[in-house]
């Protein structure tokens, strides 16, 4: 009988819920990053594997400075303070240095998109959602056992001096960070729809990454055709076919879980996004998969060696989002 698996739960997102995604252009679409998700994902988890869950309240400073860079940092302090109560704040000139401009002209060089505002609680509970990430590498380290971080909102497109995608801070290397410090390796592996593109920037030989998303030009985060992290080393990014389905799927996770074997990691992040769904709306290049897809996920990472930390992504559909956890949950259950 297992133990029941540790859960860290960042509790500041409730108040982070910009209204418009204006990625898809005029009119918007309504922000599909909603706080109902983290209640969905984390109902599934619990149906599928008991958990023992923390509240997390605190705010993730540090581990965030060790990772972002200070102007970064200093610019989304001064925006959230500058912010009116119902204000979202999106840019409106996108230029890489925008460092002599006011500071709402100033975002423009540390977002290429419209699709991610900022309200007056969207930057404490990036800070929060990384601390859930940072305690739940913690635990594992001291304890020895797989552990949950329900992170809101996501991090996997968070760069340096980046935001976007509805990330703002990386939470799964400030995890990593945490796990690969004083000579550990931790592979972060990202099942999210998307590709990590901040993600990409921490790449390192302590924690490599590794990531199967759907095609990144068609999709967001839509790259730039000059970007060359495909050949970055510690890098490793495999592309989906579109309309791959389940099986094919499950056999190019099997290849990526083999090249992470290479690596001997001493632990794994899972980036963990519930996107790749054949019911998310997200999806220009359907992956479809299904419950029994998810459940296959998990029991491929219960077989690993590594101690597991998973991670909350993406993942949209409300509705399905906790069968897929649980489903998720009941293969991983070890
Ligand atoms: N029509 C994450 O999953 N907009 N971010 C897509 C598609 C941006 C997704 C619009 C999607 C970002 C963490
Ligand atoms: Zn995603």
Redesign the pocket.
Known sequence: MSSPLRAFLPVAHEDHRPRW?F??GYPPIEYPEVPARVAAVMAGFERGWELTVERVTAEAEDAVAGLHDADYREFLGDITAALQPDEEYIPSIFHGDLSKATVRFRGGMFTAEI?TPITPATIAAALNSAEAARRAAEWMRASGEDAVALCRP?G??AGRRRYG???FFNNAYVAASVLSAGGGRCAVLDV???LGDGSVEFASEQAPYFSLHADPWAN?PHLDARWDGYRRPHVDLTDLPAGVGRDGYLALLDDVLARVDTVAADTIVLSL?F?TAATDG?Q?APVGLDAPGFEAMGARLARRRERVLILL??GYDVTGLAGYAEAFARGFRR
């Open positions: 995604d990625s898809d699709g996501p996997h497109h995608g509805y990330c999210d729809y998307h967001y996004g996107d997200i220009d992504e993406g």
